[in-house]
């Protein structure tokens, strides 16, 4: 792992994640959101899960650049959002550092905002998540990730005995 503050992996299926999405909204389902906003990009597929589940049909993003992979830079806005987000669900996929939330929170301060994940320097910043990962854990989306060949343990242990 490139960045010292992340010493485990916690690795999310697409499975997992549709589940954990579906877990979420059983949450939101009892509220009336006019509209969805989506903090780019991680928050794109749990805003279309969610819009499915809730029968949202008006999608909108707040754009942000801030990692480089594990490496947070500065945080850039791309594209904001005209009003305050009053009755609005705000998604992002996760907080981590709060750094990204701080920022769309000041942009849309009425939006309710959920990440389906959320670590513990975090999660004050939101107001409601599904799971819990600790600090020093990278999240690997199934977005970042591919199926692969994995040789079978006999031919592993020859190639290291020659
Ligand atoms: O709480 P923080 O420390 O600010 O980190 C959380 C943010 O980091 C990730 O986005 P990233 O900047 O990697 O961009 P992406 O969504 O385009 O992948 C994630 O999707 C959150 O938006
Ligand atoms: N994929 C991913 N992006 C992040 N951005 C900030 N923290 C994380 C994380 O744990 N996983
Ligand atoms: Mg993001």
Redesign the pocket.
């Known amino acids: 792992m490139s960045v010292d503050r ?1 010493h485990q992996y ?1 690795v999310i299926s697409w499975d997992q994640l549709h589940r954990d999405v579906r877990s979420l909204c059983q949450q939101l389902v009892e509220r009336d959101f006019e509209g969805i906003a989506a903090v780019t990009r ?1 928050g794109l597929i749990p805003a279309a899960l969610i819009a499915r589940e809730l029968n949202v049909r008006l999608i909108d993003t707040v754009c942000i650049k ?2 480089e992979h ?1 490496d ?1 830079g500065g945080l850039q806005v791309l594209k904001g959002i005209d009003h305050d987000g009053a009755r609005w669900l705000l998604v992002d ?2 907080v ?2 709060g750094r ?1 939330a701080r920022a769309v929170r000041d942009m849309l301060p009425r939006a309710h905002f959920v990440t389906v ?1 959320a ?1 513990p320097e975090g999660r004050p910043l939101v107001d409601q998540y599904l799971v819990e ?1 600790p600090q020093d ?5 199934p977005w ?1 990730m591919g199926i692969t060949y994995v040789e079978p343990l006999v031919d592993q242990l020859r190639s290291q005995q020659e």
């Not at 854990?137 to 989306?141: K, R, Y």
């Open positions: 992340y916690f991680g801030s990692y594990m947070q996929d996760l981590d550092t990204t994940y670590k990962v854990t990278w999240i690997q989306f970042d």
